[in-house]
């Protein structure tokens, strides 16, 4: 089982729909949980950290349960510039609490 | 700088031949970080310096792989004898600190071995 997994997708979605993606980890010492957004050919660039009372930045949302291992985002009103691939990230925690463990992405395209 | 700097932003390597890729983290950053990112994946971890130590190269995927980080600045992501393999991009990341914080990339050097 891989560390992190994510949703396949990709996702096609019209303008303004809401989209929720779900993530797993199966390392429970993991401590630390973010979403990075990827555009196309560029590099990954942090969206938010992911808290465990869930934590809100505009329309997106994320939410972390600890007890089942699962992180989601979800975006509202999605807008064109939304699209990019989303990737779940987690770290090892413990002694290795400096290494990122990323997902494979979703990519999600927001079509007008 | 305002930003990591990676350098050159592409690369194209005749199989067999060496390389070496450039980061120049932010100013101040003390840890910095590799990744190799292939075709349609999440970038994976490749090894870890905080300032000139290299604590962590458990990433790197084979001995011809070498990093190095002398001045606790710019750091060189070495290839020895590159494979097709090895195409992929690399990423360079640096951070304040580490552990709960996300770290900024830099845009990555693209890597193609023909």
């Known amino acids: 089982r891989k560390e992190v997994e994510q949703d396949p997708g990709p996702f096609n979605v019209p303008e303004g729909a809401t989209v929720a993606f779900n993530c797993t980890y199966s390392?429970?010492?993991?401590?630390?949980f973010f979403w990075y957004r990827q555009d196309c050919r560029k590099e990954p660039k942090l969206l938010m950290s992911?808290?465990?009372s869930g934590n809100e930045d505009g329309r997106f949302t994320a939410q972390l349960n600890r007890a089942s291992q699962y992180i989601s985002l979800l975006i509202r009103d999605s807008k064109l510039s939304d699209s990019a691939t989303y990737l779940c990230?987690?770290?090892?925690?413990?002694?290795?609490?400096?290494?990122?463990?990323f997902g494979k992405g979703t990519l999600l395209t927001v079509n007008p | 700088g305002a930003g990591v700097s990676q350098s050159p932003r592409y690369k194209v390597a005749k199989r067999g031949q060496d390389v070496a890729l450039r980061c120049d983290p932010i100013s101040g950053h003390v840890s910095l970080f590799w990744y190799q990112q292939a075709l349609g994946q999440g970038p994976e971890f490749l090894t870890y310096f905080q300032n000139e130590a290299q604590l962590d190269k458990s990433g790197l995927p084979s001995d011809r792989f070498f990093a190095e980080r002398p001045e606790g600045s710019v750091s060189t992501l070495k290839i020895q004898r590159t494979q097709q393999e090895d195409s992929a991009v690399y990423l360079c990341a640096s951070s304040l600190e580490t552990g709960n914080y996300g770290y900024t990339f830099g845009s990555g050097t693209r890597l193609t071995v023909v």
């Open positions: 992911v808290y465990s």
């Open positions: 390392n429970s010492a993991s401590q630390s």
């Open positions: 990230v987690v770290n090892r925690g413990g002694g290795s609490n400096y290494k990122l463990t």
